[in-house]
């Protein structure tokens, strides 16, 4: 079955071509990061007003390079939750147009379960039960997946989630944004035992808390001298949430007697988190995957992917589907 992918919830515009959920034949990406750096985050009016001038040239180009006409699309999936909502509606409008106009079947799709879905575009080997680590801007949660479309959160952050602690501590370094991958390479050179920072407990939950050392790394940045190194306070501050992250996953995953651990969302790519997970799951004998970066961060191809599993339980969705700027995974929004 092949599928045509769309994604706009934040400030990438993408469309994609996939086959049968776990064949990459198209995947294009237009980014809005050049326009955002210089505000420091993502402007919510600027992404929406962006995407509605790129989504039909983007979608186009998609399937231009699947060499691939409407007519030999079998689905459209379409990301309308989470998201920045008017970034959302942009998508949702453009897939809805195009089904209506094509007579092709319309699926919406969870964010969460999008990036979740990624990793089974890999060609990793992947088997139920499982454990997900989520971790992006806006989440940063543990998901026990039984099956395809089953998930049972076992842990969420209490405040701020691992990528926006990411992008509020460079700010405050003064490194730029985004902050992830800013942060991630001037680790490289840093070390991590040189300034410990806190690692948050919550209670004998497994839930995250990162705004104790988002606060830790801010007050550091903001009182650091000539002889304190950036670089041995990003790799400091990376170590901190790695080491957590790391930690309650493979609790999550002793408590579930589970032996496949997913990584997704855009943190995912971030290389000590990939390391960690991989060494502890070699150590442990649990398969640890995660998607190329591209993959990591919001793409439609994740989309597609997922929405491939949706539509093959069932589920479409009609032209009244809303979009929903906050919702937990797992709830079904087919329609309004």
């Known amino acids: 079955m092949r599928v045509l992918g769309i994604e706009t919830s934040c400030d990438e515009t993408s469309a994609a071509v996939v086959d049968n959920g776990s064949q990459i034949v198209s995947n294009v990406i237009a980014s809005q990061i050049d326009i955002h750096a210089k505000y ?187 002889k304190m190194r950036v670089e041995d306070i990003a790799a400091g501050f990376q170590q901190a949430v790695v080491d957590v992250l790391v930690d309650h996953t493979f609790r999550a995953a002793e408590q579930t007697n589970v032996k496949q651990i997913l990584i997704a969302g855009g943190v995912a790519a971030n290389s000590a988190l990939q390391s960690a997970m991989k060494s502890r799951g070699e150590r442990l004998g649990i398969a640890v995957t995660a998607p190329p970066p591209v993959l990591c961060t919001d793409n439609a191809a994740m989309a597609a992917g997922a929405a491939y599993y949706v539509y093959e339980r069932g589920e479409s969705a009609g032209l009244d589907m809303d979009c929903f700027a906050s919702e937990p995974l797992g709830i079904s929004r087919q329609g309004a």
């Open 40 to 226: 420091g985050g993502v402007v919510p009016e600027v992404a929406s007003r962006r995407h509605l001038e790129l989504i039909l040239p983007v979608v186009q180009e998609a399937l231009d390079r699947a060499d691939c006409v409407l007519s030999g699309i079998d689905c459209i999936g379409v990301i309308n939750r989470p998201g920045l909502i008017g970034a959302l509606i942009v998508g949702a409008a453009a897939a809805k147009t195009i089904a209506y106009g094509a007579n092709i079947p319309l699926v919406a799709v969870h964010h969460l379960e999008a990036h979740i879905y990624a990793n089974f575009l890999t060609g990793a080997d992947i088997e139920f039960p499982l454990i997900c680590l989520i971790v992006s801007g806006g989440h940063s949660d543990i998901v026990h997946m039984a099956d395809h479309g089953s998930y049972r959160i076992m842990a969420r952050t209490r405040d701020d989630a691992a990528g926006e602690a990411f992008d509020k501590c460079a700010r405050a370094m003064g490194l730029g944004y985004p902050g992830g991958p800013i942060i991630d390479k001037l680790a490289r050179d840093g070390d991590p035992g040189a300034i410990h920072f806190p690692r948050a407990k919550v209670g004998d939950t497994l839930d995250f808390s990162f705004s104790g050392l988002k606060t830790a790394v801010i007050r550091y940045a903001q009182s650091m001298d000539a």
